[in-house]
């Protein structure tokens, strides 16, 4: 006779419970705040404590979904707040199929020191296994236990959102993007380093994400005369999507989520730098600059900028083609960092664009810096500005400012006449949004001759 659902349940959460005390018994970790296994769905099936706070399921709902894409990926580590720290295991079967996963929450310098080498051993992964193969038939049947999400008073209410996760795939990236990384071959994390980046221990080969990119380029349509740079943002896109099409839903979540750890813009830099050495016509004869949207971790990596350094000098490309856009609310947050790396941009000779600026009080101080050339308005307020007065105002005053200090000045989204003949009447250099051009492979700013394309943006029409 087939057993009750309660049953079920409670053989499952029997097993569970000593898989559970074998698995943090695997460790070599001291005490430790937390422990849970979650469902595929994300749901509680097992936990040290009676509640599971909103941060802890948060970051186990974004593990699923980093496992579900990248089916090589076994451990990803987070910082949660400046002591504590997450470590994550999927919980997968031996064909790789996932069923779940593990949330640890520990001392975060326990988990860096460590590191994936030493947590995710062959003992914890035969653990692991046989969680997969106990928590599947109660996938199946829906019987997991689901649990109320109260935060917990351990978690900071102002934690980091978890989009600082540091992870980066050791097989997803080219080796000269690895060089730079001392924790990359198991090495302790320096007290110095804000935040470490850990490898992840692949469990099989599937297709990577990383390699299914490619870059492209959208340029910024000029509203006013003067100076001959044309001017790009660097974008990513799926190989196989068309130029402008936006990318697979999968790929953009495993983009996002994998973003905190820099392997994104240190494969970008590499790509572009490479590109641009075989392509000097592009940005040398006709005077050019591509700009890379510059992840968080990569502001927390104070290597990040050497790698740059090594990339440019290999190269041979004038630093000033390459520069960074960083957003405001990341300058915010991360200050001192910020103020790092726009100083290493600055004696490197590339340049920083200030994104999604609002003149917020403790931003502009940034503005001072040699290495700030472009300031992105945000984009909330270049739209609402045609119908709200206060939002004209404070363009206007971004735009005034950016005059003062010699900085070009640009509007994002922009996709009407009216509003491209306001923003060049305030004062506004740049426009930028899909009505005007959409992103296109990168090679195509080369014809078959090797000459540099023109480009295909349409001029605004005058007013004079």
Not at 103 to 110: P, W
Not at 146 to 173: F, G, M, W, Y
Not at 295 to 307: R, V
Request: hydrophobic share 45%; charged share 20%; aromatic share 4%.
């Amino acid at each position: 006779m087939e057993p009750s659902p309660s049953v079920a349940i409670a053989e499952t959460h029997t097993t569970i419970d000593s898989l559970a005390a074998e698995f943090r018994a695997a460790l070599p970790l001291g005490r430790f705040e937390s422990l849970s296994i979650h469902n595929r769905s994300g749901d509680p099936v097992w936990m040290s404590g009676d509640l599971v706070g909103p941060d802890e399921h948060a970051i186990a709902i974004e593990a699923i979904t980093v496992f579900e894409v990248e089916g090589g990926c076994a451990f990803i580590s987070e910082r949660l707040t400046p002591a504590l720290g997450a470590a994550l295991f999927s919980i997968a079967s031996p064909r790789g199929e996932l069923h779940g996963v593990v949330v640890l929450v520990t001392d975060a310098q326990a988990i860096e020191a460590q590191g994936p080498t030493k947590l995710v051993t062959n003992k914890v992964r035969s653990i692991l296994q046989r969680m997969a193969i106990v928590m599947k038939p109660a996938a199946a049947t829906g019987t997991h236990r689901t649990v109320s999400l109260p935060r917990p008073a351990r978690l900071r209410p102002n934690a980091p959102a978890v989009s600082e996760t540091q992870r980066v795939r050791v097989d997803a990236l080219r080796a000269d993007a690895l060089r730079t990384e001392p924790t990359l071959r198991g090495e302790r994390v320096q007290a110095t380093q804000r935040v470490a980046t850990l490898p992840v221990v692949a469990t099989e080969s599937r297709t990577d994400p990383v390699r299914e990119i490619s870059l492209h380029v959208q340029q910024l349509m000029k509203l006013r005369s003067g100076g001959r740079t044309r001017r790009y943002e660097v974008l990513v896109r799926a190989r196989h999507t068309a130029a402008g099409a936006a990318m697979d839903e999968s790929l953009v979540k495993a983009l996002s989520l994998r973003e905190s750890a820099g392997a994104i813009d240190r494969l970008v830099v590499a790509e572009l730098a490479s590109w641009l050495k075989a392509n000097p016509g592009v940005w040398n004869s006709d005077p050019a600059s591509f700009s890379i949207n510059l992840s968080l971790g990569s502001l927390l990596d104070p290597q990040f900028s050497h790698f740059v350094a090594q990339c440019l000098q290999s190269s041979g490309v004038a630093p000033d083609t390459i520069g960074f856009e960083i957003q405001e609310s990341a300058a915010l947050k991360h200050r001192d960092d910020v103020a790092r790396f726009i100083q290493e941009c600055e004696k490197a000779g590339c340049y920083v664009v200030l994104d999604d600026f609002t003149m917020h009080s403790d931003a502009v101080p940034f503005l001072a810096s040699r290495a700030v050339r472009v300031v992105k308005v945000d984009s909330k307020l270049s739209t609402a500005a045609m119908h709200d007065r206060l939002s004209q105002a404070i363009v206007i005053a971004i735009s005034q400012a950016c005059k003062v200090l010699g900085l070009h000045c640009v509007a994002k989204r922009i996709d009407s006449t009216a509003s491209r003949q306001w923003l060049a009447a305030v004062g506004i250099d740049f426009a930028q949004g899909y009505a005007l051009e959409d992103p296109r492979p990168i090679q195509t700013l080369v014809t078959p001759s090797g000459a540099t394309q023109k480009s295909s943006v349409q001029r605004p029409v005058s007013r004079s």
